[in-house]
């Protein structure tokens, strides 16, 4: 954070990765999965991804989409993909549980982060999915989250923007010393936007994907299958992490902070 803030951006792909870091990224969270949100990347695209870069990479934990009430099968899946992932070089990790009422799962968040030690562990955009996101909070500093990756519990990090800095206001009052980065603000955010979410939140990270749709090299192509459900991406589209975007987001954070 030499330039007084971090920007990391989720990628799903080598490609990506290394674009993000071309743009001045300074974290990469590696997923597979984008377009639920993230899920836990392969162990060979971590290993890749890893010769690759030298900024700090930080692997989703995710068994799969939907919501975040896990059964005790998906638990050890999970756990077993963090000891994977520290054993193949992640710098970080990024997990979040909620119990059927809407509340952190305390136990089982317990359990993970254990595994996980010593790594630093951020808790998802589950937070954007609990009852009441300010007794959430406490739980999650209580129990040694690095950091909350938020849009404050609405559609974007912009909609959501006067609780993230509500939650900003709650630990800052207090006596923890705590710093802005616990709140990477993520969700839509684009370069229209960056500007008003990062002033309004006084946050020094934030999280995006800058990607840009690109055409598949594909000559043939088949357009009566789809390798998926009907609401899938189009399979001769790939979105990859755009450089020309990273930068620019990267600009307009250095111009405001």
Not at 20 to 34: D, N, P
Not at 69 to 90: C, F, P, Q, T, W
Request: charged content about 25%.
């Amino acid at each position: 954070m030499d330039d007084g803030f971090l920007m990391e951006v989720c990628v799903d792909s080598v490609e990506s990765a290394v674009n993000a870091e071309r743009g001045g990224a300074g974290r990469i969270e590696l997923c597979a999965g984008l377009v639920e949100g993230g899920t836990t990347p392969s162990m060979g695209l971590l290993q890749v991804v890893k010769q690759c870069v030298r900024v700090p990479v930080f692997v989703m934990i995710r068994p799969r989409g939907g919501d975040f009430l896990y059964s005790d099968r998906e638990v050890e899946v999970m756990k077993a993909d963090i000891r994977l992932a520290k054993l193949h070089g992640a710098d970080g990790l990024v997990f979040g549980a909620l119990t059927e009422d809407g509340r952190i799962d305390t136990e089982l968040c317990t359990a993970l982060l254990a595994v996980c030690r010593p790594l630093p562990v951020t808790f998802h955009r589950a937070f954007d999915m609990v009852h009441d996101p300010l007794v959430a909070l406490e739980t999650l500093i209580s129990l040694g989250f690095e950091r909350v990756l938020t849009s404050g519990c609405d559609s974007s990090a912009l909609e959501g923007l006067s609780l993230i800095k509500r939650l900003a206001e709650q630990v800052m009052s207090s006596a923890r010393c705590v710093t802005s980065g616990l709140f990477p603000p993520g969700g839509g955010i684009t370069e229209r936007n960056l500007q008003r979410i990062l002033e309004g939140s006084t946050a020094s990270e934030f999280h995006c994907s800058a990607r840009s749709a690109r055409d598949s090299g594909m000559k043939f192509r088949n357009p009566n299958v789809a390798m998926g459900a009907s609401f899938s991406a189009p399979e001769y589209s790939i979105k990859v992490t755009d450089v020309a975007k990273v930068r620019t987001l990267n600009a307009i954070a250095k111009n405001i902070l």
